[in-house]
């Protein structure tokens, strides 16, 4: 099986293509699921939340 290839940002959902300026770092509460953010998301300082832990965080 494949690593994520195509991974959705953590706060809106959305593509993030190998372009995009987003950033990606281990859920700070879990440390087991990447969270992703998009350029967007970096810009208005949305809130992103853990799949697993559901961690919510800026
Ligand atoms: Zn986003
Ligand atoms: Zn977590």
């Given at each position: 099986m494949e690593e994520i290839e195509t991974p959705l940002c953590s706060c809106c959902g959305r593509v993030i293509s190998p372009d995009d300026n987003a950033v990606h770092f281990s859920c700070?509460?879990?440390?087991e699921i990447t969270i992703w953010r998009c350029e967007q998301c970096r810009k208005f300082t949305n809130n992103y939340k853990c799949v697993k832990c559901g961690f919510e965080g800026p």
């Amino acid at each position: 099986m494949e690593e994520i290839e195509t991974p959705l940002c953590s706060c809106c959902g959305r593509v993030i293509s190998p372009d995009d300026n987003a950033v990606h770092f281990s859920c700070p509460s879990c440390g087991e699921i990447t969270i992703w953010r998009c350029e967007q998301c970096r810009k208005f300082t949305n809130n992103y939340k853990c799949v697993k832990c559901g961690f919510e965080g800026p």
